[in-house]
């Protein structure tokens, strides 16, 4: 909010007030989103949810092309079966790899949340191309935040008996991190859905997973396995691809 304040943005930190219905609505779809994904990360092994988070790129294009007629041709499709497929080698879910533990499993219950948390993220996400020019990438932000905060605040009085507030100064430091790059990762995607068509964006949001493994090498040491070299050449593959309608 200081951000819209101290630059002086035209509609100060809510945007202007033709836009509010919109904002609201993509504030109110992303948060839920954002909780009902991390909700299902309690009922899912953790591949599976990583997979389920990128059904949404998936179903954005398809929803850009039938809500706000943008095109979707099949080399759009075609990125976005080959990114999808990436993903799926590099997080080798437990639905269709089989669980690395006896223990683990992925329930039908987790299964929908996913679901519901990736559709409902799909929207939000493209709704941002109804907001006029005249909002700022800020506002998208601010209201995603402003709709987050008090439902967060609900589940931590609701289960203040199960939360550890012990921090230590490492944990604190790496939330800090967390919400200095979810902010800025919030930003720059809600600006790319802003200024360019859903069928440019939806294929790179896929490379995160190449960024992903990059970086589990290089904090962790882990090394990688064949299916994961095999995701992260076909995600390429995606975006060499969408290079090709550039």
């Given amino acids: 909010m200081w951000y819209a304040w101290y630059y002086n943005i035209p509609g100060g930190s809510l945007g202007p007030r033709n836009d509010w219905y919109w904002l609201n609505f ?4 992303g948060s839920v989103a954002t909780i009902l994904f991390y909700v299902s990360m309690t009922h899912l092994d953790l591949g599976d949810s990583v997979a389920m988070t ?15 007629k943008e095109s979707y041709s099949a080399l759009d499709a075609l990125a976005t079966l080959f990114a999808m497929s990436g993903v799926v080698f590099i997080s080798k879910p437990a639905i269709l790899f089989g669980a690395d533990d006896a223990g683990g499993s992925s329930s039908p219950e987790g299964i929908v ?12 996400n493209i709704s941002i191309r109804k907001v006029s020019p005249n909002s700022h990438t800020i506002h998208i932000v601010n209201y995603m935040m402003l709709w987050t905060l008090p439902v967060c605040f ?9 939360i550890n507030f012990n ?11 967390v919400s200095i790059c979810s902010f800025f990762g919030q930003f720059l995607m809600s ?14 949001i896929f490379s995160q997973v190449i960024f992903a493994y990059i970086n589990q090498f290089l904090f ?11 995701g992260v050449v076909l995600v390429a593959i995606s975006l060499i691809l969408l290079s090709f309608k550039i």
């Fill in 154 to 162: 609900g589940m931590i009085v609701y289960g203040y008996n199960t």
């Fill in 54 to 68: 990128f059904i949404a790129p998936v179903i954005m294009p398809i929803l850009a092309n039938v809500w706000l």
């Fill in 26 to 29: 993509r504030g109110i779809l």
């Fill in 191 to 204: 600006r790319s859905l802003l200024t360019t068509p859903t069928r440019f964006v939806t294929p790179i």
């Fill in 167 to 177: 921090l230590t100064p490492k944990a604190l430091f790496c939330f800090i991190i």
């Fill in 113 to 124: 949340i996913g679901l519901v948390s990736a559709l409902l993220a799909s929207v939000g």
């Fill in 220 to 230: 962790w040491g882990v090394h990688p396995t064949q299916t994961s070299t095999m």
